[in-house]
């Protein structure tokens, strides 16, 4: 089972460069989630969604939009990337909200100069 | 909205040493919380949940958390810690009701001594 993946692992951009940031599951989970991490901030919900075409912002949204066209995959967009969302990005994916454990991807580390 | 706070920002133990990391959190209802662990390197893992019932619950690796309703508190606890637990541990919470999402605490870094 591949579980959560996602793509890129590594990226580099620069201050006002776009890029997307593709998480995929298989397990056909309802819950997808996007997640910052950073040093002494712990883990801050970016966006999330509860099924396939909803989505909902989290606790920092700003700076990012997201999609979920299909149920396995869940996209974050950054339109125009800043040093400040220089950070580590983790999806995870829950079969359903509240009881169930969160799956987590490997996460993205993405640093925009 | 709910938030999550975990008092300590690095604990540093030797080897056989009891180990207690606070957590607290603020929400008014019914809650699930979860303790995750993420190694150097490596994701986040499911450590233990609550969700209901027998408020100490046991998780992997002899950890344990006990949920005081009273105190809002969720705290994680292993009588003796081996060098392998240096890792970082997040608590987290989610309000038991659909629509909501997991919401962490900053964590806490474990560095243990052999």
């Known amino acids: 089972n591949a579980g959560v993946t996602q793509t890129p692992k590594f990226r580099v951009l620069k201050t006002g460069q776009s890029m997307t940031l593709l998480c995929a599951q298989d397990?056909?989970?309802?819950?997808m989630y996007w997640y910052r991490q950073d040093p002494g901030m712990g883990l801050r919900l970016i966006h999330y969604?509860?099924?396939?075409?909803?989505?909902a912002k989290g606790e920092v949204p700003d700076g990012y939009n997201v999609s979920r066209l299909k149920k396995q995959n869940f996209l974050l967009g950054l339109e125009s990337a800043a040093p400040s969302q220089t950070s580590v990005y983790f999806c995870?994916?829950?079969?359903?909200?509240?009881?169930?454990?969160?799956?987590f991807g490997n996460g993205t580390r993405l640093t925009v100069t | 909205a709910q938030s999550v706070s975990q008092h300590n920002h690095h604990v540093i133990l030797s080897e056989a040493a009891s180990l207690e990391l606070g957590c607290n959190y603020s929400?008014?209802?019914?809650?699930?919380l979860f303790w995750y662990v993420q190694y150097p390197g490596q994701h986040l893992q499911l450590l233990l949940k609550?969700?209901?019932?027998?408020?100490l619950v046991k998780g992997i690796k002899g950890f344990e958390a006990e949920f005081i309703k009273s105190k809002f508190s969720f705290n994680l606890r292993k009588p003796s810690v081996q060098w392998s637990d240096t890792a970082e541990y997040f608590c987290?919470?989610?309000?038991?009701?659909?629509?909501?999402?997991?919401?962490f605490g900053k964590g806490t870094t474990l560095s243990v001594s052999s």
């Open positions: 987290a919470v989610t309000p038991n009701q659909a629509g909501t999402a997991l919401i």
């Open positions: 929400y008014g209802g019914t809650v699930n």
């Open positions: 969604s509860v099924g396939e075409g909803t989505t």
């Open positions: 609550y969700f209901s019932g027998d408020p």
């Open positions: 397990m056909n989970h309802e819950y």
């Open positions: 995870a994916s829950s079969y359903i909200q509240g009881n169930s454990p969160l799956h």
